[in-house]
Antibody, heavy 119, light 110 residues
């Protein structure tokens, strides 16, 4: 069983940047497919991108790829998502979601979510 | 606008069977497995079904999934009040090169 713990809520000004982190425990971090999925208020789910730590190269959704950077630190089993040039439309809950066999198709374990308010 | 199409709402009474549909195209559902997630109010999504019709451990066998062509469905039998939640379908999209989701179906147990 994988446990996923995310950093706390953030309030940011438009144009600024935010870092959201998630720490995974209970398995082999380097082989995980770690994704960031966001959910705007009252809306559905949107995949933003992900990374497999053993390979290191992130994959990004086209819609946000110019503004998002995803990294992973194997020494601390922590993944981080940076989102820049924040806009009000980025207000959402950001979830870290993990699939344990290095596959971005689906998401087995989810963090509790991090609320980002851009205002 | 979500890549996959789901009805925005569904409802049923306790004990009934409810089916939620998910429609896509050849670039997504037509050539990939479908996954279903359950999101209870105020919580993170939970994987409910993988590889179109497989249940993770802990998911009751009242939940079943199927796929045919470019559509998929989730059936919930013996409906219970605790099944009231938002349900999302998801799959890989070979054109977009990433996972995609439906817009979600809010299930109400009357």
């Amino acid at each position: 069983q994988v446990q996923v713990e995310q950093s706390g809520a953030e309030v940011k000004k438009p144009g600024s940047s935010v870092n959201v982190s998630c720490k995974a425990s209970g398995g082999t971090f380097r082989g995980y497919a770690i994704s960031w999925v966001r959910q705007a208020p009252g809306q559905g789910l949107e995949w933003m991108g992900g990374i497999i730590p053993m390979f290191g190269t992130p994959n990004y959704a086209q819609r946000v790829q110019a503004r998002v950077t995803i990294t992973a630190d194997e020494s601390t089993s922590t993944a981080t998502m940076e989102l820049t040039s924040l806009r009000s439309e980025d207000t959402a809950v950001y979830y870290c979601a993990i699939q344990t066999t290095g596959n971005f198709e689906y998401f087995q374990y989810w963090g509790q979510g991090t609320l980002l308010i851009v205002s | 606008q979500s890549v996959l199409t789901q009805p925005p709402s569904a409802s049923g009474t306790p004990g009934e069977t409810v089916t939620i549909s998910c429609s896509g195209s050849s670039s997504n559902i037509g050539n990939n497995y479908v996954y279903w997630y359950q999101q209870l109010p105020g919580t993170a999504p939970r994987l409910l079904m993988y590889r179109s019709n497989q249940r993770p451990s802990g998911v009751p066998d009242r939940f079943s999934g199927s796929k045919s062509g470019t559509s998929a469905s989730l059936a919930i039998s013996g409906l219970r009040s605790e099944d009231e939640a938002e349900y999302y379908c998801g799959t890989w999209d070979g054109s977009l090169l990433g996972p995609v989701f439906g817009g979600g179906t809010k299930l109400t147990v009357l």
